[in-house]
């Protein structure tokens, strides 16, 4: 989990050691990433999704799922926007937004455990 409580602090240079952490685990096994953003950020540059977007092409980042816990509808509509383009981009990634933690929790937890059973890019090895 990955919590954000500035516009800033989504930027891409802001992701290094976070990104770095998600291709060393995911080395092992899928994985699935949620970000809590709170509520005073009330916007996402367009920067952040192409960002993400890149990421999730490597097939080498198994990224099973992305929950975005938020209540601004902002950031809700940028989500849905970025879960279109995994979609469009025929990743095997599946993103959702959230306006509970505990539901998100959930709904990564199953993203993950279906991954891992899965043959090919996303799931087991």
């Known amino acids: 989990m990955v919590r954000y409580d500035t516009p800033e602090a989504l930027s891409p240079a ?25 509520p005073s950020v009330q916007w996402v540059s367009h920067e952040v999704p192409s960002y993400w977007t890149e ?6 980042m198994r990224i099973a799922a992305i929950a975005v816990v938020t209540t ?4 809700v509509v940028a989500t849905r926007g970025f879960s279109t383009s995994q979609i469009l981009g025929n990743t095997s990634v599946t993103v959702r937004p959230f306006s509970d933690e505990t539901e ?3 709904w990564v937890t199953a993203a993950v455990v279906a991954a891992r059973s899965q043959p ?4 087991a090895r």
């Open 72 to 75: 601004n509808p902002a950031v």
């Open 55 to 60: 990421l999730t092409k490597d097939r080498t």
């Open 104 to 106: 998100a929790v959930a």
């Open 14 to 38: 802001a992701q290094g050691d976070l990104v770095a952490a998600l291709r060393k685990t995911s080395l092992l096994q899928p994985l699935g990433i949620m970000f809590v953003v709170s």
């Open 120 to 123: 090919g890019p996303g799931g």
